[in-house]
Every structure is written in structure tokens, then in C-alpha cells.
């Protein structure tokens, strides 16, 4: 009964709001809950707590999608076996790295909000960075596919431990960056593979970060089950309604809360540039304000520079999922359908 309260009503609410985007977009993840249940101030704000309950959750809801995708034969064991071999002693390692620099409790929160802050702010750019190779894909005659390249193994593990790090230490990074980072290194590899590899290394990763934080910081329970009993039903519908919602105005809404919510983090930790005593709210919106109005200009110019219209085909949620220009395939590999889910959980 302890479990049925407010607080706990409050997260299940998150965790169904953002497992509802994640299904949508699939976006979303770490990247949009621990923000949201930081300024919550679910397990008294302590970013420790609530990084360890939300890589809780992830390593459930990652798990299905893992196994979805296996089901169907879409993931590169190969390149999945060299990313965890480089990100799961990583994400193990990440925690106690931390707590070996500073064990003041008041301290570590700080640390960790800094680190959230930082890599909510990388996860946005990479997101971007990543719409802006399709766009170029797109212009140069799309992909070409190859269903098996050949695996570059130093990378390809580099790519894996700092993907790793960063799960380990923030719970952001398991998608955004290392989906990125697969994209730069096998650009002719299909999208329902790069995110069916993807969702495999993130359930041993996700997983290897949850015990060593559970182990360093103990799981609140009270935060962890309304979190799974929110989220998993909310990506259920995000992803049966996603083919009748216009994804590009929430895609584009993503990046702008990520931006906000990392520039809000480090506010709230005192990152010096913006003073360590006291919070400026207004900077925020004003920094969500201007990218809100400025984002969709700067996006037109860049598609002006590819030789496309301002506004138009291809949308943004074309280039996200691949699904635009894409002028060779593999034999025997089918086009994806409205419905089928090519772009996997970014966290």
C-alpha cells in the first residue's frame, strides 16, 4: 500500500507521458524520464536514485524490444557481440568511477545533474548531427546497403565504452550516441538492422549499469515499479498510434526539451557559466523560445544548401527512419511498412 500514493501516481503518469513519446518517435528513453523525474523530485531529487530506477525500467522495456527485433532476424550479432564487449565493463565501471571521485552525498547529486545536463545536451546535437547525414545521404543517392560489412573492431569498441560511460554514469546515451556513432561507421547498413543491433548491445549494457548502480545506491522500489507499470503500456501506444501522428513537430519538440532540460540541469547543479547560488528560469524559456523559432530556419538553410526546397519532402521523420532515398537494398529485404517501427528507442 506504501506504493499507492501521490508521488508514486505522478511517476506512473511520467513514465505512460514518455513511454507514449517513445513509441511515437522512438526517441525518448533516459533521455526525456530522468530529466522528468529529477524535477519531479521523486526520491527526494537525488539524481543517484532516480538515474538507478529509470535503468531499472530500461532494462525491461528493452528487453522486449531487443527481443522483437531478434525474432525477425534484423540484428549484426557480430557488431552487437564487439559493442558489448567494449560498453558493458564500461557501464559496469562507470558508477564506482564516480563514486571514487566524491563520496559527499551533496556532491555526487551535483556531479550527477552535471553529467545528466552535459549529455542531454550531447544526445541533441547527435540527434541533430544525424538528420543532417541522412539529408546528405539523401542528396548523394541514398545509402547503400550492406547487410554484412565488415565489422571495424578498434571503433567499434571505442564507440561501445563511451557509450557505455555515459549509460553507466547518466542513464542517457544507449540510442542517441552510439546509434550516431554506428551510422558514421556503417552508413550502408539498413535501419531496421542498425536498430535491431542497437536494441540487442542495450539490454546487457542497460542491464550491467543498473547492477552497479543498484549496488552502489540500493533501487527505490516505490520509483522502479510505477516507472515499468507507466512506461511499458505507454510505448505499447505510442507505437499503434504513431502512423496517424505527424512525427516531424515531435521530433523537432524532442530536441528542443532536451536542450531545455539539459541547460535546466546544469542550472540546477550550478554550472558556474550560469552561477552557483542562484536559478534563472527565464534563460530556459528563453533558450526554448529561440530554438523553437530558430530550429526550423536553420533546418530550411541547410536543406537550401542541399539543393532542396525550404519546407517539404524529405520530412525530418523520413530522414530519422531512413526511409527516403534509400536507392539500394538488400535482396529480399522488405520495405518497411506504415507501421513497422524503423527507428528505435534514443535515449
Do not use: C
Not at 530536441?255 to 540541469?265: D, K, Q
Amino acid at each position: 500500500m506504501d506504493l499507492i500514493t501521490l508521488t508514486a501516481l505522478s511517476i506512473l503518469a511520467a513514465g505512460f507521458v514518455v513511454g507514449i513519446v517513445v513509441g511515437l518517435t522512438g526517441m525518448g528513453g533516459g533521455a526525456l524520464m530522468t530529466p522528468a523525474l529529477i524535477f519531479l523530485g521523486v526520491g527526494s531529487g537525488e539524481a543517484a536514485t532516480i538515474v538507478t530506477a529509470d535503468l531499472t525500467a530500461a532494462a525491461v522495456y528493452k528487453t522486449g524490444g531487443a527481443a522483437v527485433h531478434a525474432r525477425h532476424g534484423s540484428p549484426n550479432l557480430t557488431l552487437a557481440k564487439w559493442l558489448i564487449v567494449g560498453s558493458v565493463p564500461m557501464a559496469f565501471l562507470g558508477p564506482y568511477m564516480v563514486k571514487f571521485f566524491t563520496d559527499d552525498a551533496e556532491q555526487l547529486d551535483r556531479v550527477l545533474k552535471l553529467s545528466i545536463g552535459f549529455a542531454l545536451l550531447f544526445a541533441a546535437a547527435t540527434y541533430a548531427l544525424r538528420l543532417y547525414i541522412n539529408l546528405r545521404a539523401v542528396r548523394s543517392g541514398g545509402f547503400t546497403g550492406d547487410p554484412d560489412p565488415k565489422i571495424k573492431v578498434v571503433p567499434t569498441l571505442l564507440v561501445g565504452m563511451l557509450g557505455g560511460l555515459l549509460v553507466g554514469i547518466t542513464s542517457v546515451g544507449s540510442g542517441s550516441v552510439i546509434m550516431i556513432a554506428l551510422l558514421m561507421l556503417y552508413p550502408g547498413l539498413s535501419a531496421v538492422k542498425l536498430v535491431g543491433t542497437d536494441l540487442v548491445q542495450a539490454v546487457p549494457l542497460v542491464l550491467a549499469a543498473a547492477i552497479a548502480n543498484i549496488a552502489i545506491h540500493g533501487l527505490d522500489w516505490s520509483i522502479a515499479i510505477p516507472l515499468i507499470v507507466g512506461s511499458v503500456p505507454g510505448t505499447l501506444l505510442g507505437s499503434r498510434i504513431a502512423p496517424r501522428v505527424p512525427q516531424s513537430f515531435i521530433r523537432r519538440g524532442i530536441v528542443v526539451v532536451l536542450t531545455m532540460s539539459g541547460v535546466a540541469l546544469l542550472d540546477k547543479a550550478g554550472w558556474a557559466p550560469l552561477g552557483r547560488e542562484d536559478t534563472y528560469p527565464a534563460l530556459i524559456g528563453l533558450i526554448g523560445l529561440a530554438m523553437a523559432v530558430l530550429v526550423p530556419v536553420i533546418w530550411g538553410f541547410l536543406r537550401k544548401e542541399q539543393g532542396l526546397p525550404f519546407m517539404g519532402t524529405p520530412t525530418v521523420s523520413e530522414l530519422d527512419s531512413w526511409t527516403y532515398g534509400r536507392t539500394s537494398r538488400t535482396a529480399g529485404e522488405k520495405k518497411p511498412s506504415a507501421t513497422e517501427r524503423v527507428d528505435g528507442p534514443v535515449d
